[in-house]
């Protein structure tokens, strides 16, 4: 049996959402056991919290650091590596599509099971325990979940799960009471950020949305949005955007400044309805339960689109711009029944 089980998981944020049905599969399958999680410090919110992660290790990608700093970032990295070597893992899994770096990664653990796919016909002497990677189109919970199968844990994964700091959640609600908006009252989320240009939907777009909404509809809107400036070169966000539509509606929506990842995850927690971009904010409403209405680009849905919980993809073609305005409000519409 094994006893100690790391996972890891260098993608972004929806990809790390998607690991943790497979995270309770091991849970429930090894009660005792002591698992572990190596993640980015970009993505780690998403699994603060978590009950099923006894342990959690945090590294920084160098792109995300200032050039003067990256050598610094490289020390920090081998420390934390180092320290999961004296752990002695039993089982190391490295989640995700092949990567040459994401395969090092799982062999510089140390662990004496190394899991993780390869593309076919490849051979790798750093999974001990590889799995070609499947030749049907799976969703990423389904694929990472397929990697258990070396652990002897079988089935198909459950709900993603996400578990918001009850800090963050009260600082949300005391936002929400300053700003008028009323307990009970519906409250529809925007976030207007994805990472991929073709995923975006234009700031127009949503500004007619929230016109729409807000005339016809006794509810508020949380207007979220990736923080930043869009000039920042290494976390670009749109904090310009949320400035204009902000100030391009009236009344003016929610606009809550998330400055980290755990006050969007307890945002988002509050929330009647969804409506987003593919992207992480997606994942992490598929994992707190809400009804979401999500607007497409290029991004494959049978791979991506939200798991367990009820949703509308709305896409018209590979760009996100294509989706029409009114196409979202009418599946709003049809989520408040």
Same mark, same amino acid.
């Given at each position: 049996?094994?006893?100690?089980?790391?996972?890891?998981?260098?993608?972004?944020?929806?990809?790390?959402?998607?690991?943790? &049905?497979?995270?309770?599969?091991?849970?429930?399958?090894?009660?005792?056991?002591?698992? %572990?999680?190596?993640?980015?410090?970009?993505?780690?919110?998403?699994?603060?919290?978590?009950?099923?992660?006894?342990?959690?290790?945090?590294?920084?990608?160098?792109? #995300?650091?200032? $050039?003067?700093?990256?050598?610094?970032?490289?020390?920090?990295?081998?420390?934390?590596?180092?320290?999961?070597?004296?752990?002695?893992?039993?089982?190391?899994? %490295?989640?995700?599509?092949?990567?040459p770096r994401l395969a090092r990664y799982t062999f510089i653990t140390g662990a004496k099971k190394r899991i993780g796919y390869l593309k076919k016909g490849m051979k790798s002497k750093f999974y001990n325990m590889p799995l070609y $990677? &499947?030749?049907?189109?799976?969703?990423?919970?389904?694929?990472?979940?397929?990697?258990?199968?070396?652990?002897?844990?079988?089935?198909?994964?459950?709900?993603?799960?996400?578990?918001?700091?009850?800090? $963050?959640?009260?600082?949300?609600?005391?936002?929400?009471?300053?700003?008028?908006?009323?307990?009970?009252?519906?409250?529809?989320?925007? #976030?207007?950020?994805?990472?991929?240009?073709?995923?975006?939907? &234009?700031?127009?777009?949503?500004?007619?949305?929230?016109?729409?909404?807000?005339?016809? #509809?006794?509810?508020?809107?949380?207007?979220?949005?990736?923080?930043?400036?869009?000039?920042?070169?290494? #976390?670009?966000?749109?904090?310009?955007?949320?400035?204009?539509?902000?100030?391009?509606?009236?009344?003016?929506?929610?606009?809550?400044?998330?400055?980290?990842?755990?006050?969007?995850?307890?945002?988002?927690?509050?929330?009647?309805?969804?409506?987003?971009?593919?992207? %992480?904010?997606?994942?992490?409403?598929?994992?707190?339960?809400?009804?979401?209405?999500?607007?497409?680009?290029?991004?494959?849905?049978?791979?991506?689109?939200?798991?367990?919980t009820r949703h509308v993809i709305l896409t018209d073609g590979k760009d996100a711009s294509n989706v029409s305005v009114n196409d979202v409000f009418a599946a709003i519409n049809a989520m408040l029944g």
């Amino acid at each position: 049996m094994s006893k100690k089980i790391l996972f890891i998981r260098r993608d972004n944020i929806g990809d790390l959402v998607c690991t943790t &049905p497979a995270i309770h599969a091991v849970r429930n399958h090894y009660p005792d056991a002591k698992i %572990g999680i190596l993640v980015n410090t970009y993505n780690v919110d998403a699994i603060r919290n978590n009950p099923d992660i006894n342990e959690i290790y945090t590294y920084e990608k160098a792109k #995300h650091a200032p $050039e003067k700093n990256k050598i610094s970032v490289w020390l920090n990295n081998l420390k934390v590596l180092h320290k999961i070597r004296k752990e002695k893992y039993d089982a190391a899994i %490295g989640c995700g599509s092949y990567s040459p770096r994401l395969a090092r990664y799982t062999f510089i653990t140390g662990a004496k099971k190394r899991i993780g796919y390869l593309k076919k016909g490849m051979k790798s002497k750093f999974y001990n325990m590889p799995l070609y $990677e &499947p030749e049907e189109i799976l969703h990423e919970a389904e694929k990472t979940f397929n990697l258990l199968s070396c652990l002897g844990i079988n089935g198909a994964p459950q709900q993603l799960r996400i578990f918001p700091s009850e800090d $963050e959640v009260k600082k949300v609600r005391d936002f929400l009471n300053a700003s008028g908006h009323s307990k009970g009252k519906t409250l529809i989320a925007f #976030h207007i950020s994805s990472r991929r240009p073709e995923n975006r939907w &234009p700031v127009e777009k949503f500004i007619e949305l929230g016109k729409l909404v807000l005339n016809r #509809h006794n509810a508020g809107v949380l207007l979220l949005w990736s923080p930043g400036s869009e000039k920042n070169i290494y #976390h670009p966000g749109d904090d310009e955007k949320a400035e204009f539509i902000k100030n391009s509606l009236s009344p003016e929506p929610l606009a809550y400044k998330t400055t980290k990842l755990g006050e969007l995850i307890s945002a988002l927690s509050l929330s009647s309805i969804v409506v987003c971009c593919d992207g %992480g904010a997606m994942h992490i409403a598929a994992a707190l339960q809400k009804p979401i209405v999500t607007i497409w680009g290029s991004t494959n849905p049978k791979s991506w689109a939200p798991w367990g919980t009820r949703h509308v993809i709305l896409t018209d073609g590979k760009d996100a711009s294509n989706v029409s305005v009114n196409d979202v409000f009418a599946a709003i519409n049809a989520m408040l029944g």
